[in-house]
């Protein structure tokens, strides 16, 4: 059987068959890099001792079997780009989306987060408990200094560029005494403080040849100035502007220094790329501070947040807007900690699409509405506050749009119990959870994000690993929900595939009252394809019309 990959070091092979040959004849089949496809199951052989580097089936990287005699099954379902079998590093493609629209993806989510953050930074319904960097949001962190000092346009090298270029500089005066033979600048009112100042003149003798100047012929007194105040101006670049920069700069540092000690590999199972990301802002940052501009930049005393030139000049904005979200992103819980390590590290693709999927929704609404509150669900007790999975964003006209909100079920009944229906809520059943809906009039629009699927195959996968269709038992989750959910009127499932189908109700008198499948695919720049978005769009235009 051919080995597929072969490392020395682990003494370990990789493979698509479990019948491995001795260890001598696997040695001819190294390579630079292991290469492996997201739908198909491997073969792990180790021949010597299994590392301690080597995860367990609990660490949820990838489905994990274990055989006897070092022998495991893994198949890395939904996930593509660089991870790690131990210490190899691997690199996984996907027939569904490929490692560049995943980051497209990322990309895109990070700006629709940031804009959300910013637009509703009210102290109504947000945690601010502080808390150190590296803890509970470390990815998030991490996710914002990648976004925006190395993907972004301007990046950090281009930012650098332009505050070394063209630096903040401003005209400071000052007014200095100084002998008057030294005296440059001389003005009218400077003149009339000199000689308003008796302490400022010395008694020439006879005959000393400054008698016979002009200065000395008006007094009569043989009296001479000795000093004159001057104004003297220079120019500088220790301005409140430079030293904010100068102050963000080295906090930065600060961060990545501890984003570095808990996103390791002893610690974390590091994807590769966050670990070199992280040491180029690192590098990048200390060599602009290494520029000699900042040897005469003081110490920041204040942010000049009212400062046009941190809010407009190129190089300074970009810098005060990552200074003032991520202050706002450390206090802000709307995205789950736990989501963000499993995209970053293990990419796992169907926690980011369903992110992306609630931010196409949004737009949609951005784009039909006006957008009037929004705020994170809180439950403050008084031994803590917690903030619930979820959010809701009110627009005009009642329409409310929620993520993650939970439908909470009900104890059942007994046969003998005495039949009521008081206090009977969201779900008349078990709990639920959909990913994203819309309410209106007490009437829900519901949307579900589905990529992955069972142990044996994932998400409406062909032979090939791409996606043609919906599966059938995902349209039955939707009977669920309309049927136990109070209030639902359609439910949809949102899929990266190709083909809409949409069930009609019973007593029906719309098209979204209902179930179905709705394709959402991303396209290169992580936009939907038009198609499908104008699909979606047609249904919430008319749900939201009630």
């Not at 910013?118 to 470390?138: E, L, R």
């Not at 999927?357 to 439950?379: G, H, N």
């Not at 990529?451 to 349209?475: H, L, M, T």
């Amino acid at each position: 059987m051919p080995i597929l990959f072969y490392s020395s070091e682990a003494q370990m092979a990789v493979a698509d068959d479990p019948m491995f040959p001795p260890e001598w004849e696997a040695a001819g089949c190294s390579a630079e890099i292991l290469i492996l496809e997201d739908w198909q199951t491997y073969f792990v052989k180790f021949y010597g001792d299994v590392p301690d580097s080597f995860p367990t089936q609990e660490s949820g990287l990838y489905t994990q079997r274990s055989y006897p005699d070092k022998l495991f099954e893994i198949s890395f379902r939904n996930t593509v780009g660089r991870t790690r079998i131990g210490l190899v590093p691997v690199c996984i493609e996907s027939r569904k989306i490929s490692a560049e629209l995943y980051e497209a993806m990322l990309s895109s989510i990070a700006d629709k987060f940031s804009n959300l953050v910013f637009s509703f930074a009210t102290p109504i319904g947000q945690n601010y408990h502080k808390v150190k960097t590296g803890k509970d949001i470390a990815y998030i962190e991490y996710l914002f200094l990648k976004k925006y000092l190395l993907d972004a346009s301007p990046n950090l090298d281009a930012i650098s560029a332009l505050i070394l270029a063209n630096p903040h500089i401003k005209l400071y005066r000052q007014f200095c005494s100084c002998p008057i033979d030294a005296v440059t600048n001389s003005q009218p009112a400077m003149l009339i403080n000199m000689f308003t100042a008796p302490e400022r003149f010395a008694r020439l003798k006879s005959g000393h040849p400054l008698l016979n100047t002009g200065l000395g012929k008006k007094n009569g007194r043989n009296l001479y100035p000795t000093e004159a105040i001057e104004e003297r101006k220079h120019f500088t670049v220790d301005t409140n502007e430079n030293r904010f920069v100068k102050y963000f700069l080295q906090t930065v540092q600060r961060q990545l220094n501890e984003l570095s000690k808990v996103l390791t590999p002893e610690k974390s199972y590091l994807n590769p790329d966050i670990e070199y990301n992280i040491e180029m802002m690192a590098r990048k940052i200390a060599a602009l501070l290494a520029d000699p501009l900042w040897y005469d930049v003081g110490n920041m005393t204040f942010i000049p947040v009212g400062s046009q030139v941190l809010q407009r000049r190129e190089g300074y904005r970009q810098l005060f807007q990552l200074y003032s979200l991520l202050g706002l992103t450390s206090r802000c819980n709307f995205i789950n900690k736990d989501d963000f390590q499993n995209i970053l590290e293990t990419k796992d693709t169907p926690t980011l699409f369903e992110y992306w999927s609630f931010f196409v929704i949004k737009e949609i609404l951005d784009s039909l509405f006006k957008m009037t509150f929004c705020r994170s669900i809180v439950a403050d007790t008084p031994l803590k506050q917690a903030v619930e999975p979820g959010l809701c964003i009110h627009y005009e006209g009642g329409i409310l749009l929620r993520f993650n909100a939970t439908y909470t079920g009900s104890k059942g009944w007994l046969p003998d119990d005495s039949f009521t229906t008081n206090g009977l809520s969201g779900s008349y059943s078990h709990s639920f959870r959909p990913d994203i809906v819309i309410e209106k009039n007490h009437k829900l629009l519901i949307f579900d994000a589905k990529f992955k699927g069972e142990r044996g195959g994932f998400y409406g996968a062909n032979e090939n690993g791409a996606v043609d269709s919906c599966k059938n038992e995902d349209i039955d989750k939707m009977h669920c929900y309309r049927e136990a959910i109070k209030g639902v009127a359609g439910a949809y499932i949102v899929y990266p595939g190709n083909e809409a189908i949409m069930y009609a109700a019973h007593n029906a008198t719309e098209k979204y009252e209902g179930v179905g499948a709705l394709p959402l695919m991303p396209d290169l720049s992580a936009s939907p394809v038009n198609k499908h978005l104008e699909n979606i769009k047609q249904i919430i235009r008319v749900f939201c019309s009630l």
